[in-house]
């Protein structure tokens, strides 16, 4: 049984720590180390972090200055000693055989990365229902066709929980540190070096949706990273996949559907010179968008009436068109 390393970044987590620690602890997969970056929390989170390494001795704690997400992942990948890793956010949380399950792709298939569907949750209601999984029905993709679903958001994803992945990848291409949509930015590469990618069907990672998370909160101007996080994959499709107009297809869908959010954002803050340059850039991709049939209609009138105006776009978005 190999070890896997599961590492859980922790900032100011006090009151949802409890919930991603013990969903971990209580994993049917027990050759754990868990390893919990305590990036400088000015809350309790750090005590009750070495409460939880005195109780299970598979836990390490790492207390750092703050540094950010990506700095806590990468504090937790040089000092991991297991060469398979797993992330889970200190809010989230994973169903008891999510470990096991994502091994067991990985040892059927021969995959070089595996992983579960994240579900979005409104509540901490762990009930661990799902008892037993068929490993017949995961997807399993070459790192092209994995590639393309990863931008249009089928199958695979660029949430990096609930994937397994090798211990080199992340070695080899560490989270883009001082950044918003870090997980957008690197999932190209770490996909990229895999020759096979198995994912399974169930929804074992529970993503917890809070009211004080970025998506909720009022306007950050680092949600315009999001934008950087695009130029990346766009220098990468450029890379390795110049006449494939499939996966150009895909990531300039990724780019106006996706940054359609941003802009609901900038929209709020009056951003108004902002905005007509976003105007400007997704008026650039219709074709890929209007003629896409892997674009659903609604997401077609959205990019439609926002090209033909943002403020008529604002109006009919906040009344009829609300996600």
Not at 5 to 31: D, G, H, M, R, W
């Amino acid at each position: 049984m190999d070890k896997v390393a599961i590492i859980i970044p922790v900032y100011n987590a006090e009151e949802f720590l409890k919930y991603s620690v013990e969903s971990v602890l209580n994993q049917t997969y027990s050759n754990l180390e868990i390893i919990l970056v305590n990036d400088g929390s000015k809350d309790s989170s750090g005590l009750l972090c070495d409460e939880y390494a005195e109780k299970d001795s598979r836990v390490k704690v790492i207390h750092k200055e703050n540094g950010g997400l990506s700095s806590a992942r990468n504090t937790g990948v040089k000092n991991a000693s297991a060469d398979w890793i797993m992330f889970l956010d200190s809010d989230d949380y994973y169903e008891k055989i999510t470990v096991d399950y994502l091994v067991k792709l990985r040892d059927k298939f021969n995959a070089d990365m595996t992983a579960t569907t994240v579900v979005e949750v409104r509540s901490y209601d762990v009930k661990d229902t799902l008892q037993s999984v068929n490993l017949e029905e995961a997807s399993v993709l070459n790192r092209e066709t994995a590639l393309e679903e990863m931008f249009y958001g089928n199958i695979v994803g660029t949430h990096v929980g609930g994937k397994l992945y090798k211990k080199e990848v992340l070695e080899k291409y560490p989270f883009p540190e001082g950044m918003l949509y870090e997980d957008l930015a690197c999932s190209y590469e770490h996909i990229n070096i895999c020759e096979k990618i198995a994912i399974g069907k169930h929804n074992l990672y529970k993503y917890y949706r809070r009211p004080g998370s970025i998506v909720n909160s009022k306007f950050n101007p680092k949600i315009l990273d999001f934008f950087k996080a695009m130029d990346c994959n766009f220098n990468y499709i450029e890379r390795d996949f110049p006449n494939n107009s499939s996966m150009r297809k895909a990531v300039n869908s990724r780019y106006v559907l996706n940054g359609l959010h941003v802009v609901n954002a900038m929209l709020k803050s009056n951003m108004t010179k902002d905005l007509k340059k976003q105007r400007k850039n997704f008026s650039k991709y219709w074709k890929d968008v209007l003629r896409n049939p892997r674009v659903i209609a609604k997401n077609k009138v959205k990019y439609g009436l926002f090209i033909m105006s943002p403020k008529i776009y604002d109006i009919v978005r906040t009344r009829y068109l609300k996600d």
